[in-house]
């Protein structure tokens, strides 16, 4: 995520068009939102699969989000305008389209502001989220605005382990199952979905760009300004 915020900072400088970029987490940790103060002191001695949970700050809002067999796609660019929820409703054309070619109908979420007083972002849905049709929350997502430029980024939970889920956030907030089919997705059919969509929506041609060396090791100093939870 610290490569996402870098790559805000250079699409807002000029050097860097628009970007849309997916990525995994190794190892799992929890996100938190950056308003985000207050959490479950058990959080901060949680481990899954012999390796301790890292526990960081977001540069968007929202609840925390347990990052562990979930897919994290990254949206950065200037290209729209208006109210967020206007925003967030122009960049999720993508993910609705794309979940939509996959076989999987998604519809926003409907939770007001009573989502603050959960600590986790799939527990509840807000209209900034998109839900299967049974009601499981697929895809939570938060923004973070740097003048005329947006950052939006958001994890798509495709192959969840239940017990850590109940671990971090309670047996009282159960994560709803998902389709079996939904979990025998590869990533590479996702994305492939997903970009087809965003080019399709945009009117617009992905280039694959990797990072140089360069270029990483600027965002990995960037990250040094993160604040992280030990």
Known sequence: MAIDRWLLDQHCQGRLPSVLRFYRWQPAA????????????????????????????RPSGGRAV???GDLTYAVITSAFSGQRQQVYQQVCQFLVQGWRSLGFSLVYGTAGRGYIHNPGCFTTSTAADLTLAHGAKLIGSAQFRQANCLLQHGSM?????????????GADNPLPPLPMSLRQLSDSQIIAALR??????W???????????????AATQQAANWQVME
């Not at 207050?38 to 960081?56: D, R």
């Not at 009117?203 to 090791?217: F, G, S």
């Open 30 to 57: 929890i996100s938190l939102g950056y308003h985000q103060r207050h959490y479950p002191p058990h959080w901060l001695n949680l481990s899954w699969q012999g390796q301790p949970l890292s526990l960081v700050r």
């Open 66 to 68: 347990l990052h562990q």
């Open 157 to 169: 939970q495709l192959q969840p382990d239940a017990a850590l889920f109940a671990q971090v956030f």
């Open 196 to 201: 087809g969509a965003a080019e399709d929506c």
């Open 203 to 217: 009117d617009i041609k992905l280039h694959p760009q990797p990072l140089t060396l360069a270029e990483y090791q």
